[in-house]
């Protein structure tokens, strides 16, 4: 009928419906264009960023990072000998649980990488035109150098709050491949279909995990939640053989299983997912959720169903104490904010953090975390062959 009354408009009259809807439309991506210098957009980055309250950061759905240490590194050079570099795109949060701070929507591997560089942590390699900085820091440049490179400017667009979080991932689909991109997820049902994949979405449809984990609906419809199921059962049962890609260890996890799925295994691990789902709901106070907050990211899901599962697998009968004490600690936070890194002794470290105090026993952190923290050309993706990269390898832009 809507369609019939539509066709019978006059062309003025559907011309005129069409201006007042984009009127519309373009409140919600109303943005205005800032310069920010560097040291200043990596501070209001870093600063509360290990408690996730800093003012600018890096959201969940966003892709880990993905920039080797070279990419990293051309970006740096770019900036020092004064090459154009793309806006970053960011949105000020208007309500929920970070509201007033600015989302960044593209720009993640750049201010990561801005990050990295001046806290110290990126070795300059492979550069192609400023040759002599090749094995610099930041704190190798000379001291006026320091000063100008954080007083260069980035520009941003950022969104004014009337863009909502559906408004923000759009916009960031847009952004990064020209239009609504199908989510990792989405792509793994389509290609790597099968029995196993079959029981992710069983899973995934359980009543009590939703409400444990709330979504929205966009995010519903899109696969998250079979995201989150995925990531449960393949770090659950092969976290220490992680290394540095997560979409690649979950689809050949996803793959492994579809090939050798038998009934037994799934009646097994589909009554440890529900038993952790039952232990949450019993014995943590907010279930996945941080005091305060009304979403639960993916890296503290993660945390705390896989370390969960290990403690009861060592303590099938494990009542725990003040769960309360750990699990909203400044530490835990640490080990669990937006963009904590996926390299595998920081992911080794946020299941075991949980393991451990489930268990009450002392936490160690992995032998390899010192390296990683205070290195980024440890802490990133390897950088691949020369040959390889024209074909390979991600822009700087991205």
Not at 276 to 299: A, C, D, E, W
Not at 324 to 341: N, P, V
Not at 375 to 384: I, L
Request: with cysteine.
């Amino acid at each position: 009928m809507a369609e019939d009354t539509q066709l019978q408009l006059k062309d003025s009259d559907q011309a005129i419906l069409v201006d007042k809807q984009i009127e519309e439309l373009q409140k919600i991506t109303d943005y205005e264009i800032k310069e920010w210098p560097i040291g200043v957009l990596v501070e209001k980055f870093t600063n509360g960023r290990e408690t996730d309250e800093s003012e600018i950061f890096i959201p969940d759905y966003q892709r880990d990072m993905v920039w080797t240490p070279k990419q990293q590194s051309r970006f740096i050079e770019s900036i020092l000998i004064k090459l154009p570099v793309p806006f970053i795109f960011a949105a000020d949060v208007g309500q929920g649980d970070r509201e007033g701070a600015l989302e960044i929507i593209d720009g993640s591997q750049r201010i990561r990488t801005l990050d990295n560089f001046v806290s110290n942590k990126l070795t300059l390699i492979g550069l192609k035109k400023l040759t002599e900085a090749v094995g610099m820091r930041f704190s190798d440049l000379s001291k006026p150098r320091q000063m100008r490179f954080k007083r260069t400017t980035v520009r941003v667009i950022e969104l004014t709050e009337k863009a909502d979080e559906d408004a923000r991932r759009e916009m960031f689909d847009r952004l990064n491949s020209g239009g609504t991109r199908l989510t990792t997820m989405e792509v793994r049902r389509g290609v790597v279909d099968g029995p196993f994949m079959a029981f992710i979405t069983e899973c995934a449809a359980n009543e009590q995990f939703k409400a444990l984990v709330p979504l929205n609906d966009r995010n519903a419809k899109r696969k998250e939640y079979e995201e989150f199921v995925l990531r449960y059962f393949a770090y659950l049962n092969n976290y220490q053989g992680f290394q540095k890609s997560v979409d690649e260890f979950l689809t050949d996890y996803l793959k492994s299983k579809n090939q050798n799925f038998l009934d037994a295994d799934k009646h097994s691990m589909y009554d440890e997912f529900v038993r952790m789902l039952s232990f949450v709901s019993q014995h943590f106070p907010n279930g996945f959720k941080r005091i305060g907050y009304k979403t639960v990211p993916r890296i503290r899901f993660e945390a705390i169903a896989v370390g969960l599962s290990l403690a009861l697998r060592e303590q099938s009968d494990l009542v725990p104490g003040d769960v309360g004490q750990w699990l909203d600690s400044s530490e835990f936070i640490k080990h669990t904010r937006s963009d904590a890194s996926n390299s595998r002794p920081k992911l080794v470290n946020r299941i075991h953090y949980v393991r451990d105090n489930l268990l009450g026993k002392a936490f160690v952190e992995d032998p390899d975390t010192a390296a990683v923290e205070a290195s980024a050309n440890a802490d990133s993706p390897p950088d691949q062959a020369e040959e390889e990269e024209s074909s390979t390898q991600p822009g700087l832009f991205s």
